[in-house]
């Protein structure tokens, strides 16, 4: 009798989607078998005969019998995801990877620092760490989006702005009227955090040139190179740590992160791209 | 190990006769070139025993060019003959990807179960053959059931597993004679080959060596190099350990499991548009670094066993051992 097969897709129905951006939707997704998943892995998605491709669930890794996934319209695959109706059904391997190890972040003060659609693993993580809200010191949200219109999930914001253990801070590159925020690129938000650097954790998702200039900056004020985690996007296909597509030195990416601490890959050239 | 005896003549016959239960692959040589065959009433009396080394590498038979594994895996008996050492051990790396237990290939597992491989000494050895270098020896060493040693027309086998003693018991040959070891004229074989495959590398570093010469190369030594490659993929596909590939959808979420490389385009090409490996010359020093720096690394397992066939097979002449010696020349 042969084990499971690794390679076939439980079954999700898609139930709702909701346009966040002209590029971004966020699927509303409810699993036909028992699903789990650690908030910091992620899952291949399968569109009957069309593709697949990996992304990371933005809701909270405590829930599982539903999961939001958000996607940034970008190539064939997520083109095809774009055009879905509510009612299709969609094939999902996994979860694949490490994911976050929360425990090393209790008790800390947990910088989180975000861009674009990588604001969507984080909301996962953010979600997912609200549920035990106590083990933390403080969680400080620093996001960053083009224009006030480019935030993903705007109405979730003035919740957390709401919360004792959110310190949430938002910059944009180009204000509109409205805007009484910063002003700027979004590590510039890390200049406006007041806490000991050098015994907190940060965490970093977002276009390359962010988790580069971002990576620096919690460098320079003093947060130490294993406790500043990244999400690094690579080419997948399997998600097993077979197929190869996913290979950065030692390591792939799919099995072994995607989230990887600086210091275990900071020797690797082209981290950044 | 258990050693046995038995005329050519008798195996071949008896060989033959299980064929209705197994499917029989063997090395048979055509138009100059040895390659794996079905095994039939016509050519059994051809397997070469003493012949080069087959074209198809062996991971061919776990790992196919295209497999559907939205389907139930295919579990069809198999006796694979005359399977070489570099090609065994490259199936440690494979065994270490597919078996993996946290995420165990069953495709690739039930193939594996099913098939006894019959290991032979290598005699007739290839000019680019240099399994030596990274110490391998050119006979069975791991993964065979039973190894094939001929000396004129008798064969010893030695019998490495309890899988390789059943298919013994069950050919049921009534001129089997057990044997206290292996005869010395095969010991003696075995070292001139040892000596002469040395001796035919002598110039090219071991695996170490080449992980610290690699280490050292800088963009413009693979931009000389990338000049001849024309990322045709040839290397890794007739490669016995590369095991990259890329799962393509069929209806019903079904996913075949296609061969990928690498060298070719795109490979590490993400949906927002950057790609590591966008220059030739990157996926061609990607190859050399995957192979003697973090697969050793990762799955403690050569990814070279020095089969020597991506030397054969490059279309644009490129030596990989000339590179790995430019690589390790001290300056
Ligand atoms: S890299 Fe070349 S010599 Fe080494 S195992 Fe592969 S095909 Fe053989
Ligand atoms: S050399 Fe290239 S194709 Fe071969 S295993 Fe390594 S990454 Fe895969
Ligand atoms: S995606 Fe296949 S090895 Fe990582």
Redesign the pocket.
């Known amino acids: 009798m042969p084990g499971k097969n690794i390679y076939k897709p439980i079954l999700f129905k898609l139930d709702e989607i909701e346009t966040e951006s002209p590029l971004i939707k966020t699927f509303f997704l409810h699993p036909e078998a028992d699903f789990h998943f650690k908030t910091g892995q992620f899952v291949e998605v399968t569109i009957d005969g069309i593709g697949e491709a990996p992304y990371t669930p933005s809701s909270s890794a405590t829930v599982s019998d539903r999961m939001e996934i958000t996607i940034m319209k970008a190539g064939y695959v997520t083109s095809k995801m774009h055009e879905l109706h509510p009612g299709a059904t969609l094939g999902i391997r996994g979860p694949f990877g490490r994911g976050y190890p929360l425990e090393k972040f209790y008790g800390k003060d947990v910088i989180i620092l975000g861009g674009g659609v990588g604001i969507a693993p984080l909301r996962c993580l953010i979600l997912t760490m609200l549920a035990e809200s106590e083990k933390y010191r403080k969680i400080h949200v620093c996001l960053g989006a083009k224009s006030p219109g480019d935030f993903i999930y705007k109405s979730w914001y003035p919740q957390l702005r709401a919360m004792e253990k959110i310190n949430l801070l938002r910059a944009v590159d180009k204000a509109d009227q409205e805007w009484d925020e910063t002003v700027g690129v979004v590590t510039v938000l890390l200049d406006k955090l007041d806490l000991d650097f050098s015994e907190s954790v940060a965490i970093v998702c977002g276009p390359p040139v962010m988790m580069k200039f971002g990576t620096y900056k919690l460098l320079e004020k003093g947060v130490r190179e294993e406790n500043i985690y990244l999400s690094m996007e690579k080419n997948m296909s399997c998600g097993l740590g077979k197929c190869?597509h996913c290979?950065l030195g030692d390591y792939y990416v799919c099995k072994d992160g995607p989230v990887f601490t600086y210091d275990q890959i900071k020797d690797y050239p082209d981290i950044w791209i | 190990m258990s050693v046995y005896s038995i005329a050519r003549q008798e195996w071949a016959e008896s060989i033959f006769k299980v064929s209705t239960e197994y499917a029989i692959y063997a090395p048979v040589e055509k138009f100059k070139t040895v390659d794996y065959e079905l095994v039939t009433a016509e050519n059994v009396s051809e397997i070469a025993y003493n012949g080069q080394l087959p074209v198809l590498p062996l991971k061919a038979f776990f790992f196919p060019v295209k497999e559907n594994v939205g389907q139930e895996p295919v579990a069809d008996k198999r006796i694979i003959i005359g399977v070489r050492n570099c090609d065994l051990m490259a199936l440690k790396l494979l065994d270490a990807v597919f078996l993996d237990e946290e995420f165990l290939d069953i495709h690739y597992q039930s193939r594996r179960e099913n098939t006894i491989l019959i290991g032979n000494d290598c005699y007739a050895i290839k000019e680019t053959c240099h399994c030596t270098v990274y110490g391998l020896e050119p006979y069975p060493q791991e993964n065979m059931d039973i190894t094939i040693s001929p000396v004129g027309e008798v064969l010893y086998l030695s019998v490495a597993t309890p899988k390789g003693a059943t298919l013994l018991t069950k050919l049921n040959m009534t001129g089997l004679r057990e044997e206290s070891e292996l005869p010395e004229s095969v010991q003696r074989k075995r070292a001139v080959i040892r000596e002469k495959l040395k001796n035919q590398h002598k110039e090219l570093p071991g695996l170490e060596e080449t992980k610290a010469g690699l280490l050292k190369t800088d963009a413009s030594f693979w931009q000389e190099y990338a000049q001849k490659c024309v990322s045709c993929g040839a290397c890794?596909m007739i490669?016995p350990?590369?095991?990259?590939f890329l799962l393509i959808d069929r209806q019903n979420f079904e996913k075949v499991k296609n061969w990928?490389?690498?060298?070719y385009p795109s490979f590490e090409k993400v949906a927002a548009g950057e790609d590591p490996l966008r220059r030739l010359s990157k996926r061609l020093k990607?190859?050399y670094e995957?192979?003697y720096i973090h697969?050793p690394e990762m799955f403690n397992a050569l990814?070279c066993t020095g089969c020597g066939r991506c030397i054969d097979a490059c279309i644009g002449k490129i030596d990989k051992n000339q590179i790995i010696i430019a690589a390790c020349k001290k300056d």
Not at chain 2, 241 to 244: E, G, I, R, S
């Open positions: 190869g290979a | 890794a490669c350990t590369c095991h990259c990928d490389t690498c060298q990607n190859r995957c192979k697969k990814a």
